[in-house]
């Protein structure tokens, strides 16, 4: 027994449903340093500066540490 390809209502074929696009990474990074910011907490610079340590960003996360540690 040979089984029917899907197809809707009309016969053409049911396309599957699309991936979203992949987010750009520095968009996501630089979002993760906003919420640390934000946070202002020695817990939340560090953990952004171990997670992302090569970053330009994480240069602004260890300055806003020494400023906290003042």
């Known amino acids: 027994m040979v089984e029917k390809a899907k197809a ?18 520095a968009v996501a990074v630089a979002e993760e340093y906003e919420a640390a910011h934000r946070k202002g907490t020695r817990e939340a610079l560090e953990l952004f500066i171990a997670r992302h340590p090569d970053d330009p960003l994480a240069e602004q996360a260890r300055a806003e540490l020494k400023r906290l540690s003042r």
């Open 8 to 25: 809707d209502d009309k016969g053409k074929a049911v396309r599957a449903p699309v991936m979203p696009m992949a987010r750009d990474p």
